[in-house]
């Protein structure tokens, strides 16, 4: 039995039809006795595939198979073209076996007619006069996601953001509270764990599948992009409300920077608190408070007290498919309404700043209308605040007037926006 195709299923049988997440549900099972990196590339390949994979399989049957039947092939043609460690004629036999184990049983004839299909039929792409469908099925991306894009963007650079591909290793920041720099990497080098540097000091490019499994330096870093960090290494001053908090990356950031200030980090959910909690309590850091409170609801007590507002609001997270490639993987999201509360969250917190304060404003979306716009459509009602600049750490970034949009192509991280305003009167 080949244990990481019939782990990869099990893993992706939960994301497909239980919502689970792919990371959350690889690390439940993150064992030495299987190899894990294949288990990983799997599912992650299939999901990231999974529009081109429907794609090809479907010339192979008139009427659609079940989905979880559909799953399984989707997971053969990925092994076929992208694992050369598992030969055809075992993919064939363990896939046709895994499904005799399972409800798929009566189709086990049907799933062996297919995937012997698989081995010998090439892949080929639509025709190209149809741009939306070309992309669609090159890229493995929706149709409404490729509209998007096109609709935002030219078809030159919609081609770049899409061939990006971004380093597969996991942007980690060390957590110097509980251990220097230093000692943390001889650690991963007792360990084994192969890393590479970053542009922070106090950050490491690592490959995070052997460092989740070290569970005793659990405590020592957190998984934090650049364009995360860079939003809490510009906030400035002491007193700081950060309004959509959870989980809590960016205030404990900007808590474990700056010891002496006082990090007040809210949601909307109770839940979600409790995520800021247990990282704060891991990563041993005692300048952050938390608290149940509605960005979209005005709150007389934080009128006029804070030096620095954080606004990383609540968005449709298109920066970020690349990283989380299950977000794509459900129906489409649904964000007409996000940008309407987003500038409500961005008016509401301008009452809390002090004059002389700042709000920094982020997104892990690349679209306009969720980023500029909403800026833009600020200042023409808020005249007592002024675009200012935000340090990118010479990350490259498109900058428009000041507000700093990183596309992945460009800038080689998660697509992301930061813009940074100043009260001034
Ligand atoms: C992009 S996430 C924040 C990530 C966080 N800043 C970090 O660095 O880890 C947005 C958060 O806003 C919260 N949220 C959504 N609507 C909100 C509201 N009306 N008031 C406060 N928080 C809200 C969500 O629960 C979610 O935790």
Redesign the pocket.
């Known amino acids: 039995m080949n244990k990481e195709l019939d782990l990869a299923y099990q893993v992706l049988n939960k994301v497909y039809f239980k919502k689970a997440y792919a990371s959350i549900e690889l690390n439940k099972h993150s064992t030495n006795d299987i190899n894990f990196n294949l288990v990983t590339k799997i599912v992650y390949g299939v999901i990231d595939q999974d529009i081109q994979l429907n794609y090809y399989l479907s010339q192979f049957y008139k009427k659609s198979p079940k989905k979880d039947v559909l799953l399984l092939l989707k997971m053969g043609a990925y092994v076929h073209f992208n694992v050369d460690s598992i030969p055809d004629f075992a993919m064939v036999n363990e896939l046709v076996e895994l499904s005799k184990r399972t409800y798929m049983r009566p189709y086990k004839s049907f799933i062996n007619a297919v995937l012997k299909k698989v081995v010998i039929t090439p892949f080929s792409l639509p025709d190209i006069n149809n741009k939306t469908q070309f992309l669609s099925i090159k890229f493995s991306k929706p149709e409404w996601y490729i509209n998007l894009l096109l609709n935002n963007f030219d078809y030159g650079f919609v081609v770049s953001l899409l061939s990006c591909e971004l380093t597969t290793d996991t942007h980690i920041r060390v957590n110097t509270r509980l251990v220097d720099v230093k000692e943390f990497i001889q650690k991963l080098d007792e360990l084994g764990i192969q890393y590479k540097p970053s542009i922070f000091e106090d950050a490491l490019y690592v490959d995070y599948s052997s460092l989740v499994r070290q569970k005793q330096l659990n405590n020592l870093y957190t998984a934090q992009g650049i364009p995360?960090m860079i939003?809490a290494r510009n906030v400035k001053g002491n007193k700081v409300l950060?309004?959509?908090?959870?989980?809590?990356?960016?205030?404990i950031y900007t808590a474990t920077l700056n010891p002496s200030c006082e990090v007040i980090a809210?949601?909307?959910?109770e839940h979600?608190l409790q995520l800021i909690n247990e990282y704060k309590n891991r990563l041993n850091i005692d300048n952050v408070t938390t608290l149940l409170?509605?960005?979209?609801i005005f709150n007389p007590q934080f009128e006029n007290m804070f030096d620095c507002v954080?606004l990383?609001?609540?968005?449709s997270?298109l920066g970020v498919v690349d990283k989380k490639p299950d977000l794509l993987l459900n129906n489409q999201l649904k964000f007409e309404e996000l940008p309407k509360?987003q500038a409500k969250?961005l008016d509401i917190a301008s009452k809390y700043v002090k004059i002389g304060g700042s709000i920094v404003y982020s997104?892990?979306t690349i679209l306009p209308q969720e980023n500029e716009n909403i800026i833009n459509g600020f200042l023409n009602s808020h005249h007592n605040y002024k675009i200012t600049c935000v340090d990118t750490f010479k990350v490259p970034s498109k900058d428009e007037c000041g507000l700093k949009t990183f596309y992945p192509h460009i800038s080689h991280t998660e697509g992301f926006f930061i813009g940074k305003l100043e009260r001034y009167e």
Not at 293 to 296: E, G, L, S
Not at 312 to 315: Q, S
């Open positions: 995360s939003v950060d309004l959509c908090s959870a989980p809590g990356g960016k205030a809210c949601d909307i959910y979600r409170n509605d960005a979209t954080i990383d609001v609540p968005c997270g509360i969250i997104t892990c």
